[in-house]
């Protein structure tokens, strides 16, 4: 540098022109590499804090709702009748925390995500904060925890998803100011995806649904905070828990040349099952609607908790709960086979909770109720234990493909939740039989059209003219 002038004003004599230009060049592109790198890493850095408190949070709230759940058996075991009083207490609780404190933390929570991914923009921050925040958290949390002590057939792996992409929301709010931007609905899908990749301990299945579910633009603008957030969400949970398989191992070694007809039976019969399943519920959710007064509202939740408990007394236990059990027993037991009327009351114990209005999820209630489906089947022919695991898989498949229209990440799901990957092909077959007949019955999922009717309540309570645009 020459006294006076800067460097870039001075002007060098022309036989060192070209190295003076070389090392400005270098200088430049340096300074631009350090600012680059200064931002990806700001801008990394809220997603790994989410990721984090995500796991530590689905593992919290995993044994919370374990030992939800083992007060229902408990109860159960020592004097069946008590439950004729504790389900319509925590049913109508459950029920009544919901439509108190927080509407939209009812159900699944997956609709409401897509919802608010969906309809994000900046001028529709007040209607996505009513899908996804604190309260909800909250909210969704205890009903859910209440309704499991009454016994509903519900799971934790939506509620966790809808958790998880609040805990994301609420980190990117307080951001300050100065921090290099990131888009809110990067944020959400993203941890949707750590949600259920910590919930089910199935990280591929994570990215899966978010490629499938809930990305409705290139992949590309999600990968990269996606990818470690459900890296590090995975971690954070394995940490606490140690690694483990949501189901386990099952043996499928030796499976017959035909199992592949048995594999698309049970995934037409459970892919038909689980969209109907699912057109009941919005049949019964449009029935609702009609429901003038509160007290008609109560009725109905109390005759729900009735009726799932006159069948657990006087039927089997087996339509209580998240239907885990029934999973763990026809693949690792000798009790392969299930009786004829399993099934029905796996669907039955989710139509009973879900439609209540409290907050509880219905993939893993949907997975039990797939299983007992194979299960059944394989018992019609008497197949040998291997079949019937591998009928097994197909159905939790099937049914779940039924209720979400997302083969992949089904098959995926199950996948990681028994690392059988020698059966992926038959998975695979399962998946997209399964999402093809259940176009017979509706073209859409459970899931979109629940998501639609979220957007028209925001629309019909909030005036926004915004979501009107989205609807469609």
Not at 380 to 385: E, G, P
Request: glycine letters at 8%; a positive charge; hydrophobic letters at 50%.
């Amino acid at each position: 540098m020459v006294y006076g002038l800067s460097t870039m004003d001075y002007i060098p004599p022309m036989n060192k022109l070209i190295p003076w230009l070389r090392l400005q060049l270098k200088r430049s592109f340096d300074r631009i590499r350090n600012e680059n790198l200064k931002r990806n890493a700001l801008q990394a850095i809220p997603f790994w804090i989410a990721s984090v408190i995500t796991g530590l949070f689905a593992v919290l709230y995993t044994k919370l709702f374990v030992a939800a759940e083992d007060i229902t058996a408990m109860v159960f075991n020592y004097h069946a009748w008590l439950l004729f009083i504790l389900s319509p207490f925590c049913f109508v609780l459950a029920w009544w925390l919901v439509q108190r404190f927080s509407p939209y933390a009812r159900g699944s929570g997956i609709p409401q995500v897509m919802a608010a991914i969906q309809i994000s923009s900046p001028k529709t921050n007040k209607l996505v904060d009513k899908l996804l925040g604190f309260r909800i958290i909250f909210i969704k949390v205890l009903s859910s925890l209440v309704m499991a002590i009454g016994g509903g057939a519900i799971g934790r792996e939506g509620p966790t998803i809808q958790i998880s992409a609040s805990i994301y929301k609420i980190v990117y709010q307080l951001l300050p100011k100065w921090w290099p931007k990131i888009a809110k609905r990067n944020m959400m899908v993203t941890g949707a995806a750590a949600g259920l990749a910590a919930a089910f301990n199935t990280p591929l299945g994570g990215i899966v649904f978010a490629i499938e579910e809930l990305t409705k633009t290139h992949f590309s603008y999600y990968k990269t905070a996606i990818f470690s957030s459900v890296i590090i969400a995975g971690l954070s949970a394995e940490a606490l828990l140690g690694p483990y398989l949501y189901l386990g191992y099952p043996k499928l070694d030796g499976l017959s040349a035909s199992i592949f007809f048995g594999v698309a039976l049970v995934a037409m019969i459970a892919g038909l099952a689980g969209s109907g399943m699912s057109k009941l519920i919005l049949f019964i959710f449009k029935l609702k609607a009609r429901f003038k007064f509160q007290y008609q509202h109560i009725i109905y939740v109390v005759g729900c908790a009735l009726a799932m408990v006159f069948l657990a007394v006087f039927v089997n236990k087996d339509v209580l709960g998240s239907g885990k059990d029934i999973m763990q027993t026809t693949l690792f037991t000798s009790h392969k086979y299930v009786s004829w009327y399993t099934p029905l009351l796996r669907i039955g114990g989710p139509l009973f909770s879900f439609t209540t209005g409290a907050a509880g999820g219905i993939f893993a209630p949907a997975l039990g109720a797939g299983a007992s489906i194979g299960s059944l089947v394989a018992g019609w022919f008497n197949v040998s234990d291997i079949d019937t695991n591998m009928l097994i898989l197909s159905g939790m498949v099937g049914f779940l493909t039924g209720v979400t229209r997302s083969p992949f990440t089904s098959v995926i799901l199950v996948l990681e939740m028994t690392d059988r990957h020698n059966v992926i092909f038959h998975l695979i077959l399962a998946g997209m039989i399964a999402s093809l007949v259940s176009i017979l019955v509706d073209k859409h999922s459970l899931y979109d059209h629940l998501k639609v009717q979220y957007i028209k309540d925001l629309n019909t309570t909030e005036g926004d003219e915004m979501t009107e645009q989205v609807i469609d």
